[in-house]
């Protein structure tokens, strides 16, 4: 069984600053991993993923996350944040088959807050 | 632009009526899931279906819950009784090469 830990439930960041969102993620074989956001009363959106390949990973809207295995780590960066950013955010892993698109398991989710 | 519908959006009912929630996949998406959000839970996987089979069900209340798909264009979960405490939102999403794409979701309210 897989598990997803996001310690900050919620982050204050003001606008143009840069911002971390922090995964962890426990399993005891190799995963894929995922972030996606969620804005106010949609459905959740990928904003990038990692598969395999380079641990830096670029996603949509200037987000990139690092994956390290060592620390079982995904954490979530951009360098500079906008008041649209203001949304959810969810880590999240699936194991990996020949199928493709197991399930995910998802983290609690950080609340990201712009301060104009 | 392809996207997964859902039906309804909101839902409000009573306790001990049946609800049931509809999702159309994207149009050759093998594979199709059914999440709850609560507040208290978070997102939880209810079932999945690949190729139109079930694979896992055992996020469901089996006495309850039941999720179907008819055929590869409809996806269906039906709550019968509903009870105060099934009041969420639910996905769905469908996938395609280690990708899902998620549905606006039904608000279910039940009473």
């Known amino acids: 069984a897989q598990s997803v830990t996001q310690l900050d439930s919620q982050v204050p960041v003001f606008e143009e600053a840069p911002v971390e969102l922090r995964c962890n993620y426990s399993?005891?074989?190799?995963?894929?991993l995922f972030w996606y956001v969620q804005y106010p009363n949609q459905g959740l959106q990928l904003l990038l993923k990692y598969l395999s390949g380079s641990t830096l990973v670029k996603g949509i809207n200037g987000f990139e996350a690092e994956f390290n295995k060592s620390q079982t780590s995904f954490h979530l960066r951009k360098p500079s944040v906008h008041i649209s950013d203001t949304a959810e955010y969810f880590c999240a892993v699936s194991t990996i088959s020949n199928f493709g698109n197991e399930k995910l398991t998802f983290g609690t989710g950080t609340r990201l807050t712009i301060i104009p | 632009d392809a996207r997964v519908t859902q039906t309804p959006r909101h839902k409000v009912t009573e306790m001990g009526q049946e609800v049931t929630m509809r999702c159309q996949p994207i149009l050759g998406h093998n594979t199709v899931f059914w999440y709850r959000q609560t507040m208290m839970q978070g997102l939880e996987l209810l079932a999945y279906?690949?190729?139109?089979?079930?694979?896992?069900d055992s996020g469901m209340p089996k006495d309850r819950f039941s999720a179907e798909m008819p055929d590869a264009t409809l996806a269906t979960l039906k709550i019968q009784p509903s009870e105060p405490r099934d009041s969420a939102v639910y996905f769905c999403?469908?996938?395609?090469?280690?990708?899902?794409?998620f549905g606006p979701g039904t608000r279910l309210t039940v009473l």
């Open positions: 999403a469908s996938g395609f090469r280690n990708e899902q794409f």
């Open positions: 399993s005891s074989v190799s995963v894929y």
């Open positions: 279906f690949r190729n139109r089979a079930p694979l896992d």
